[in-house]
């Protein structure tokens, strides 16, 4: 992973964070760690999916590894509850984006993709959200 690539990652990691108030979006305790929804899988490759924050959702480290509903334990017990508290959130718009990538085929014919473009929108959107003053801890 080049050093652009990693920074991009975490800047992903920072806004879905603070988007998400610093919170686990399923325990709605004070959130560890990012989880990226589609960890391991070919969709990972594809810099939409990869570089996109909406992608990204704030864990506890129980919730993420170790609860029977955790990703990494059942990915498909974490997707039904993910969906069912990002509904319940009024997150419609993120669910609708998750589903959208799970329903669509596989890419794997990318264009050469500018991660400076990309990583200059990711700083925008980060600063933005950190002008509308949400002070959490670095990720």
Known sequence: MSYKSKQCETLCKQIAMMQAGGMCIISDNRATEVHHIFFGSQRRTDPNILYN????IPLTDKCHRHNPDAPHVNNDLFMELLEE???????????RA????????????????????????????FKQLEAANWYGDEF
């Open 53 to 56: 924050p909406v992608f990204y």
């Open 85 to 95: 508290k990002l509904l319940k959130a009024g997150e419609n718009d993120k669910w």
């Open 98 to 125: 998750i589903q959208n990538v799970i329903e669509s085929p596989i890419v794997t014919d990318y264009a050469k993709i500018d991660l400076n473009e990309i990583h200059t929108n990711l700083v925008k959107q």
